[in-house]
């Protein structure tokens, strides 16, 4: 448990390179115009073969309509250097039918300026990067991979992966609705850079990928960064039977999840903001409703608990800020991360946020890597049914979060295991000071092992045993 897990890293670094579509016919532009680049696409949607389109010209484009391809061929479309801009509320780039995608060299961005007061969302769905749309009866793995790509000033995702029927009203988190194909998602970036997106939308990630089938996600990130979404930077979920991978090195997460600003909904939240009631104390008619009139009531989260008996056991209403990034597996599948020479800082809500529901596990690996000053925990790892969670911490640190260094949590039948070794934590600032907490809920066994480890602000335990 001291090293890291070496298999898995090299294994998904395998999968994702075999992933890579094979390409062939070439499609060259020398024309620096939106019709020239739309011509070639729909020039390679109706080739019933893989397709490269090569971006020749010199000098950027501006488009007033999204360039979309409709084949179910693989498309590469390769720049060098030019930009793609848009003064409009419209995606950029969009891949309809599910085809593998293969984008490199290019910037694309939108007019910027968007907020939760000046919103891309209003009059139509608010506008993406690059979107990629699986088809309801897709089969395999559906790759994509971005290289040496700039996005940013979209209303929306920055970039958005869709195996969901609902489209962008699927949802997010373990529970989100929507069905899907029987596909899964290979997402590779390198160097990548994602910034002031989803600002324009409600929950608008940086990188979004929605799994709502039998399939898998694996995605590989490397030398990239995503700041400045208005949701999480980084946001995989996984609904179905498939595993949720991602090996994450040399990236950064900064200053994201800030589209419900704090200071503009603080005043709509009721004041006390959370109750307790004994049984058949307070009905549902006793307690504030939902909040409305702000500038996005979906900022304003509102949970009610009842007892057996209808009463209220508890409400509490908060603002919804997001993540760094947000891992979500609801199946019967795992999650499974390694993040390496990585940053994690600044979010405005927790750092890392990796929650498993079903009977698959956590196995998490954080080495050289920095979780600092987020709003909430640096690292939180939550499994609430019958899995095990295995940890590591190599080398890393977790500090002056607002709630909890680290967080490794088993809640059903399981066992924990976590290591941290030559690792720190210090002035981290929940209500408990705590640098790491392992709680092992049920049946199984916890343990926590500290290797030439300072954690500065103490440990919190809970069916765990320290080594």
């Not at 939108?110 to 990067?129: C, F, H, L, Q, S």
């Not at 709502?212 to 980084?234: E, F, L, Q, W, Y």
């Not at 977790?398 to 260094?405: I, L, P, R, V, Y």
């Amino acid at each position: 448990m001291g090293t890291p897990n070496k298999t898995l890293l090299t294994s998904t670094a395998v999968a994702l390179c075999l992933a890579a579509p094979a390409l062939a016919e070439t499609l060259t532009v020398t024309e620096a115009s939106e019709a020239a680049i739309t011509d070639a696409l729909a020039a390679a949607a109706a080739s019933d073969s893989a397709s490269t389109v090569v971006l020749a010209f010199e000098g950027d484009v501006e488009i007033t309509a999204p360039l979309s391809y409709d084949g179910q061929s693989a498309l590469a479309l390769i720049g060098n250097g030019q930009t793609i801009s848009t003064a409009k509320n419209v995606t950029l780039l969009a891949a309809t039918q599910g085809a593998d995608m293969h984008v490199a060299g290019l910037t694309l961005t939108g007019p910027g300026g968007w907020t939760v007061e000046n919103r891309g969302d209003i009059d139509g769905a608010a506008a993406k990067g690059i979107f990629v749309d699986l088809r309801d009866d897709q089969t395999g793995t559906v790759s994509f991979v971005a290289e040496d790509v700039t996005l940013s000033g979209v209303a929306g995702y920055g970039i958005h992966l869709s195996d969901c029927t609902l489209a962008d009203d699927c949802g997010g988190g373990q529970t989100g609705d929507g069905d899907g194909s029987e596909a899964g998602i290979s997402v590779t970036l390198r160097n990548v850079t994602i910034e002031d997106v989803g600002n324009g939308t409600f929950d608008g990630d940086g990188l979004r990928v929605d799994e709502r089938g039998p399939g898998a996600i694996a995605a590989m990130i490397t030398g990239s960064s995503v700041s400045r979404a208005g949701a999480d930077g980084i946001e995989l979920d996984e609904g179905g039977a498939g595993d949720n991978t991602a090996v994450v090195i040399d990236t950064s997460l900064v200053d994201n999840g800030a589209y419900c600003a704090p200071a503009l909904f603080e005043d709509a939240i009721p004041d006390p903001d959370e109750v307790e009631f004994e049984e058949g104390e307070a009905a549902e008619s006793d307690i504030p409703g939902p909040v409305t009139g702000t500038a996005d009531d979906s900022c304003v989260e509102r949970e009610v608990d009842l007892y057996d008996d209808g009463s209220v056991e508890a409400y509490e209403f908060g603002i919804d800020l997001d993540d760094g990034i947000d891992f979500d597996e609801g199946g019967a599948g795992s999650v499974h991360a390694v993040f390496l020479r990585s940053t994690i800082s600044n979010n405005l809500d927790e750092g890392v946020d990796f929650d498993e529901a079903g009977t698959g596990g956590i196995d998490v690996q954080f080495i050289d890597t920095v979780a600092e000053g987020n709003t909430d925990d640096g690292y939180k790892n939550s499994e609430e049914d019958a899995g095990s969670v295995t940890g590591l911490m190599l080398r890393s640190s977790a500090t002056a979060n607002g709630g909890k260094g680290a967080v490794f949590e088993e809640e059903g039948d399981g066992d924990l295991s976590v290591t941290a070794e030559a690792s720190a934590t210090a002035n981290n600032d929940d209500s408990d000071d705590t640098g790491i907490e392992a709680v092992q809920e049920d049946a199984g066994t916890g343990e926590l092992t500290l290797i030439d480890s300072d954690i500065a602000d103490g440990t919190d335990l809970e069916g765990v045993e320290a080594q």
